[in-house]
């Protein structure tokens, strides 16, 4: 049984700091490439981040400098540091393990919600 389970959102201020994480069981980590998508309502949802079993990242553009994703392969674990937050960034965050294969499917965590107000 595969599961993806992501915790750390919440309310924060604008500037402020959080740092999301997803714990995955019943995969082979290590052949995963893991990342962190975003859906805030009424747009599609959008990449944040990935980041392969090697440590090559990449980021969406309106997060390239504020965030960092990185991965624990010991404890199965993908993060995302979120810092200098804006309101934009609202959105229910989502972490994602792909496989890169055709044959096999993504799986998909249920969503943490982050809120960035004052």
């Known amino acids: 049984q595969v599961q993806l389970v992501e915790s750390g959102g919440g309310l924060v201020q604008p500037g402020g700091s959080l740092r999301l994480s997803c714990t995955a069981s019943g995969i082979i980590f290590n052949s995963y490439v893991m990342g962190w998508y975003r859906q805030a309502p009424g747009k599609q949802r959008e990449l944040v981040a990935t980041?392969?079993?090697?440590?090559?990242?990449n980021y969406a553009a309106s997060v390239k400098g504020r965030f960092t994703i990185s991965r624990d392969n010991a404890k199965n674990t993908v993060y995302l540091q979120m810092n200098s937050l804006k309101p934009e960034d609202t959105a229910v965050y989502y972490c994602?393990?792909?496989?890169?294969?055709?044959?096999?499917?993504?799986?998909w965590g249920q969503g943490t919600q982050v809120t960035v107000s004052s």
């Open positions: 980041i392969t079993s090697g440590d090559s990242r």
């Open positions: 994602n393990a792909d496989p890169q294969d055709w044959r096999l499917h993504d799986y």
